[in-house]
Every structure is written in structure tokens, then in C-alpha cells.
């Protein structure tokens, strides 16, 4: 399920910023940025936000900013030493105390080292950092339970459509026997009217029967209407349960691609049409749920 979520937080003199975005995915998938330094908290990241998503591919951006300080600030003794005896091979003097020619050591390359935020250790940082991660998949999961009751509505929407066209095509099974019957007698006695030859009643009885054992759907409407009842409970589930609605829906279209290929009737087959197109809005819409 699509979701936004951002928090901010300072403690410390350090200030973090943490952005959040789900895109659909079958599986849990991380995908986390953060600043220099602060690779390190992958692990505790990930855990944290597992307890908020379980399904779906998570962006996750945390940026750390620490204002600079004296501590961070080292003269390199030895590189300005350095400089100082090659210039005065260079130039023959030997007093360095005026403050401009300081100032001119001090600006050369390497003469300063600076402590960078690779440095310090991120968990160190991670008590501060830990409650606007959880701020962040706050908001986060407002915004998809926002939106999951929307998807919810559709759902339940195109569950009751396919229990509508199953109860037609109910409707319509015991119809096409008699209708085949009718068919076929018709079509026995144009063929042999010609011959002057009758059919035993027997014969068609016999060859209507085979047709009706053949095209029996009653088992599988029965286990159809089944799956709808546990498609429609899992939707009232407080818990997670796109996997278990995957499932369902993975077997009322095995159900459906049954009863299209045994009815051999036009009438159930455009309901069986029917019936596959809001089934597969489902699964599309399936993939949205943890």
C-alpha cells in the first residue's frame, strides 16, 4: 500500500530528519538512504520499521545534522611542521611567529584536520534518532489505514459482485441440461427423419445423462461460494491478512476457470467472464495489503 510519512526531532544540538514512502510490493523490501556515517544503523532501522510495515517496498531517508565545534578541529603538528622547513630551505628564514605567516601555514593543504561525521559512532545518536523513525511510521501508517478503507470498500464491492453473478449462473445450471436435451432431440430427429429411422428414448437419455455428468458445476459453485464467505471474513480481520486474501482469491479462480471449462454454455460463460474480471481487480488491489 502507498503511504508518505516524515518526522522531525532535535536533542542534543543534533537535529534528524526522517522521510518515509511505501510503494506496493508482494514482499517486505528496504531501501534505506542516510547520511555520512550512519549506514551502520541499517540493521536497527530495518527492525523498527518492520513492526509498522510487512508488506511493500519502504524508502526510508534519515538525514543527521551536528553543528560543528571546537572538538572537531585538530592542528597536524606534523604536516605544518613540514611546511615550515621547506620553507625555510626555500626562502632562508627561520622565525615563523607573525600571525599573518600563520594564518598562511594554517591554510595549507592538510595543515587542519577535521573530524568528519564518519567518525563518530551512529549509535551513539540512535536513542535521538529512534523516536522520529517511529514518528515518521507514524504518520505513515495513518495515511494507509486512510487509504485502506477505500481499498477495503472495493474489495467487499467486487466480492459481492462475483456472489451476484454466481447466483446466476446457479440459476442457470439446471437450464442447460434440459436445454442440451432439447438440442439434441431436435437435431437426432432432423437427421434421421430423412431414414425413416426413430430413436429410442432410451439412447438420448443415456447421451443426456453423460452430458449433465459432464457438465455438473453444483461442486464447484458450492466451494466458490465457500471461498467468497472466508474471502469476505478475512476482510473484517483486525490483523494482517493480504496474504491469506492472496490465497483465497489464488482459489476462487481456480473455481471460476472450472466452471467455465465444464458448462458449455454461452450464458454461464459471460457470467464466468464476468466473474474473472472482478476477480482479477481483486488480486491487482490484494497487492496493496499487508
Avoid at 510487512?54 to 572537531?72: I, K
Avoid at 481499498?151 to 442457470?172: M, P, Q, T, Y
Avoid at 466451494?223 to 491478512?241: I, N
Wanted: charged share 30%.
Amino acid at each position: 500500500m502507498t503511504g508518505f510519512g516524515e518526522a522531525r526531532g532535535q536533542s542534543n544540538g543534533i537535529a534528524v530528519a526522517v522521510e518515509v514512502r511505501t510503494i506496493n510490493s508482494r514482499h517486505f523490501k528496504l531501501s534505506y538512504r542516510p547520511s555520512e556515517g550512519y549506514a551502520a544503523l541499517e540493521p536497527e532501522i530495518e527492525a523498527v520499521t518492520r513492526d509498522a510495515v510487512r508488506r511493500g517496498t519502504v524508502q526510508l531517508n534519515l538525514r543527521v545534522e551536528r553543528p560543528a565545534s571546537t572538538e572537531d578541529y585538530r592542528i597536524n603538528t606534523a604536516v605544518v611542521e613540514n611546511y615550515r622547513r621547506q620553507l625555510e630551505a626555500y626562502t632562508g628564514r627561520s622565525e615563523w611567529n607573525d600571525a599573518n605567516d600563520l594564518r598562511m601555514l594554517l591554510a595549507l593543504p592538510g595543515a587542519v584536520d577535521e573530524r568528519r561525521s564518519s567518525d563518530n559512532d551512529p549509535r551513539d545518536d540512535w536513542p535521538i534518532i529512534e523516536p522520529v523513525l517511529r514518528d515518521a511510521l507514524a504518520a505513515l501508517a495513518k495515511m494507509r489505514a486512510e487509504e485502506g478503507v477505500a481499498l477495503a470498500a472495493d474489495l467487499a464491492h467486487n466480492g459481492r459482485l462475483i456472489l451476484e453473478s454466481l447466483a446466476a449462473v446457479a440459476k442457470r445450471s439446471p437450464e442447460v441440461v434440459q436445454s442440451y436435451q432439447s438440442r439434441l432431440r431436435q437435431r437426432v430427429e432432423q437427421a434421421l427423419s430423412d431414414l425413416n429411422v426413430t430413436v429410442q428414448p432410451a439412447d438420448l437419455l443415456r447421451e443426456v445423462s453423460l452430458f449433465a455428468d459432464r457438465s455438473d458445476i453444483s461442486e464447484e459453485i458450492v466451494r466458490l461460494r465457500s471461498h467468497l464467505q472466508q474471502y469476505e471474513a478475512a476482510l473484517m480481520l483486525p490483523e494482517s491478512s493480504g496474504r491469506k486474501l492472496e490465497f483465497i482469491a489464488q482459489e476462487m479462480g481456480r473455481e471460476v476457470n472450472t466452471i467455465g471449462s465444464k458448462a458449455n454454455d454461452a450464458e454461464i460463460s459471460k457470467l464466468v467472464v464476468e466473474i474473472k474480471t472482478a476477480l482479477e481487480r481483486i488480486r491487482e488491489q490484494i497487492q496493496n495489503v499487508e
